[in-house]
């Protein structure tokens, strides 16, 4: 099935591990064929992984990009996840990371990324949460 790629201008995206850029109108590309794609606003930086989800959405994207370094980076993956889950106990975050997980091993690479913006979204809601309860209890003190 061809994906369609609508471009802004000057948009960057990774096929097949070559970075390009859109000209300077928007533009639309149509990939006939399986490619290894990345839009600009999902590539994440390695110092952008700061946080407990980030840090495994980081190695998903690498198995993405870089296939050859799978095992370097499903271990880092493993380790994370595994801290994660030990870490929380919502229930649909939990689904979220069995998920996740299963989508790497099959090699789903996109799929688990897309999969894991909603650990971000969870993650985002519970460090504010958090973040509002030190407060209050700080200013009861």
Do not use: W
């Not at 369609?4 to 000057?10: A, E």
């Not at 980081?58 to 493993?78: G, K």
């Not at 069995?98 to 969870?122: H, N, P, T």
């Amino acid at each position: 099935m061809p994906l369609k790629l609508s471009l802004k201008p000057g948009e960057k995206f990774v096929l097949n591990g070559a970075v390009l850029a859109n000209g300077d109108k928007r533009t639309s590309l149509v990939l006939q064929n399986k490619a290894c794609v990345l839009r600009e606003k999902d590539i994440m930086q390695p110092e952008a992984a700061t946080t407990p989800a980030r840090r495994i959405y980081f190695p998903i994207m690498m198995m993405y990009l870089a296939p050859e370094d799978t095992e370097l980076y499903y271990n880092d993956f493993a380790l994370r996840m595994t801290e994660f889950m030990g870490a929380i106990r919502n229930r649909t975050a939990l689904a979220a990371c069995v998920e996740i997980s299963r989508d790497v091993m099959s090699g789903a690479y996109y799929k688990a990324l897309m999969a894991c913006k909603k650990l971000f979204e969870f993650e985002g809601e519970r460090l504010s949460y958090d973040a509002q309860s030190l407060r209050k209890h700080a200013s009861n003190y």
